[in-house]
Nanobody, 128 residues
Framework: QVQLVESGGGLVQAGGSLRLSCAAS????????MGWFRQAPGKEREFVAC????????YYADSVKGRFTISRDNAKSTVYLQMNSLRPEDTAIYYC?????????????????????WGQGTRVTVSS
């Protein structure tokens, strides 16, 4: 079992920055791809970013490319999402997820079904 706990959400003005953290416990996720998703009110959960097990490979949704950066520290079992130039449309609950299934080669999961563990989420509100 893997437990994921997100933190770092809050209220920020448009143009500001936030850094989200996702701390993993239980079974090690050092060999797992990790991702961030978000869900705005009245909308479906959507992919934001993912990182492979080593941290060397990343993939982003077009809507956040160039503004958000995903990274990980396997020694701390923590994944981060640095969010810059925030916009009101970034307002959502942000979820961390782990894909603990082994894959051959570089695999950057970007759909909900790829992930088997999820955190409870942290709320981000961007005011205009």
């Amino acid at each position: 079992q893997v437990q994921l706990v997100e933190s770092g959400g809050g209220l920020v003005q448009a143009g500001g920055s936030l850094r989200l953290s996702c701390a993993a416990s239980g079974r090690s996720v050092s060999n797992s791809a990790m991702g961030w998703f978000r869900q705005a009110p009245g909308k479906e959960r959507e992919f934001v970013a993912c990182v492979n097990f080593s941290g060397r490979e990343t993939y982003y949704a077009d809507s956040v490319k160039g503004r958000f950066t995903i990274s990980r520290d396997n020694a701390k079992s923590t994944v981060y999402l640095q969010m810059n130039s925030l916009r009101p449309e970034d307002t959502a609950i942000y979820y961390c997820a782990a894909d603990t299934v082994a894959h051959a080669g570089v695999f950057l999961p970007n759909v909900i079904e790829d992930y088997d563990y999820w955190g409870q989420g942290t709320r981000v509100t961007v005011s205009s």
